[in-house]
């Protein structure tokens, strides 16, 4: 029987390599159409906000005109009883029923100039309410439109991005399946706790990448000679040299392209 053949440390590291490729495009789609979503949302709920707030404006007016209607019969019945009160005059036995209608009369006469006064009031109340439901459903229709914008940009990223989001995703599942389980579940480790899911990184400039931390020359030429997995003391991530990273993009992007 044929012996398999044993994986080099190089071979697990460009595999490693390739993974993060995939992993990190896919990250990539996945933040500019996450974004897009919560804009959608928090749209959404202002737009509810704003009918809310605009029907609620709208049963203010409702109520004060009602209240003017109220008034307006109030002075319609305190001119109907002085009109009374006035007929009773003619026929009084005495100066006391005279001034105790007299008074009668002029508390009428207040009565009605209180509702005016209200009337009046209320009048400018609406006046401003419209006012404001006017600004309120000019900000409710650019927010309708500015969501119609967003809901069609979502869709379009989705149908832009939707195939090769699949065309990743099988790919993300068959380089897992050539990387052994152990190395494959602490890359998932080390991706789940750093910044940016970066859990294979190359040597940039003498230093880790996305890190500002030298790496000594002697550390730096263990990793180019790709003889062990070697990571960063400071991040944890998994390093590789620059020249196995370039070549796994390209070969990446070819393979995408």
């Known amino acids: ?59 203010e007016v409702s109520n004060l005109k009602e209240e003017i209607s109220n008034k307006k019969l109030a002075i319609e019945e305190a001119k109907e009883l002085t009109k ?6 003619k026929n009084v036995r005495n100066n006391r029923e005279f001034n105790s209608i007299s008074k009668e009369m002029e508390y009428q006469e207040l009565e009605v100039e209180l509702c005016e006064k209200r009337i009046k009031e209320y009048k400018v109340r609406i006046i401003q309410k419209k006012e404001v439901i006017s600004t309120t459903n000019e900000k409710l229709n650019s927010q309708e439109t ?9 869709k379009d990223i989705v149908i832009e991005t939707e195939k090769e989001e699949e065309l990743l995703v099988s790919k993300l599942d068959e380089f897992s399946n050539s990387i052994d389980a152990n ?5 998932r480790r080390i991706r789940s ?32 000679s790709r003889k062990k997995i070697i990571t960063d003391e400071h991040s944890g991530r998994i390093l590789v040299d620059a020249v196995l990273a370039e070549e796994e993009k390209e070969k990446m992007s070819k393979l995408f392209s």
């Not at 159409?33 to 509810?48: A, F, K, S, T």
């Not at 190395?183 to 890359?187: D, E, P, T």
């Not at 970066?198 to 030429?221: C, D, H, K, M």
């Open 1 to 59: 029987m044929a012996k398999s053949k044993e994986v080099t440390v190089e071979e697990k590291l460009r595999a490693l390599y390739d993974l993060q490729i995939i992993d990190s495009r896919i990250d990539e789609i996945k933040s500019v159409r996450g974004e897009l979503p919560l804009e959608i949302e928090d749209l959404e709920d202002e737009i509810v906000g704003l009918n809310k707030r605009i029907s609620n404006f709208n049963e």
């Open 193 to 224: 706790t750093v910044k940016n899911g970066l859990a294979v990184v190359p040597i940039e400039r003498g230093a880790s990448g996305g890190s500002y931390f030298t790496i000594p020359p002697q550390r730096q030429a263990e990793i180019a």
């Open 183 to 187: 190395l494959l579940k602490a890359y």
């Open 84 to 89: 009374k009160y006035t007929e009773q005059q």
């Open 146 to 154: 500015h969501l119609g914008h967003k809901k069609s940009e979502l």
